[in-house]
């Protein structure tokens, strides 16, 4: 098993659906650029069958260094949540009860 990237995602579309291999890196680009808009004006963006992205605003808080031990302050900031929908999911666990047990 290894990290899936970019260059996987534009050679996949590559063979699927037949574009040249440079029409295909930018369709890929152009579709993670189009999700990275819509977060930053702080859309969903919800992909059928697969999940939904979403950014949520989390509160300052105080946290602690586990080192010394002082109290931080952790600021305000924003993150991107992944929200699997129950079809990857389900297609997940089934490819694991398929494998065999070692």
Known sequence: ??????????????????????????????????????????????????????????SQRMGRNPKTGVEVPILPRRVLVFRPSHVLKDRINRSLSAKPSA
């Open 1 to 58: 098993m290894g990290t899936m990237t970019r260059a996987d995602l534009a050679e996949a579309v590559y063979e699927e659906v037949g574009l040249s291999r440079n029409e295909s890196a930018e369709l890929v680009e152009s579709v993670f650029q189009e999700i990275g808009e819509g977060l930053v004006r702080g859309e969903q963006v919800k992909i059928s069958s697969f999940g939904s992205f979403y950014v949520r605003d989390k």
